[in-house]
């Protein structure tokens, strides 16, 4: 995670081109979430999301390389098998806007993408709250509304694990873009 700020929370840091890159795929996207609600092993991954284990295999060596994955304590399996589980690191959400460098256009999209595959698969009944809005801020005001939201969500974020673990789990999604301009 990041180094601790002033609250004693992880603050955020910036994302190095490699972090960026390896949050840059909607399938990694989803591992990382599946991960961060348990220690999975890549054919436990691969059967939940309907991939070939190979090419699950490829993209947690790219999020453990990456350091938002680690290896789990090795375990035995429901078969006697040793099984190697993986778990999430919780580093890739005190990145800031990583995805800003990964390098292609449609990078920040991802997160999106891979939110719109857990809705689906949740079913439209998971939805506990949803408020779409349009808002006409200033740059000042944008910065400050940013950084609101960001602090409550940080405080949650940053307190999951020691406060809420056995509760259910929730996803959610938060994007505020510049709407365009209407036709003249």
Known sequence: ???QGATGRPSRQEATVREAKALAHPLRARILRLCGQREMTNKQLADR???DPGTVLYHVRQLTEAGFLEPAPVRTG??????KPYRSTGRSWWL???LAKAGSEDAPLVPLLAFQEELHEAGTGSIAEMARFMLHLSPEELAEFNARVLAVLDE???TDGERRE????????FLLHRLADPPS
């Open 78 to 83: 429901d078969s006697g098998a040793l099984e």
């Open 49 to 51: 999301l309907g991939r």
């Open 1 to 3: 995670m990041g180094e």
């Open 166 to 173: 056995g509760r259910p789990a929730y996803g959610g999604f």
């Open 156 to 158: 949650y974020v940053a």
């Open 96 to 98: 800031d806007y990583p």
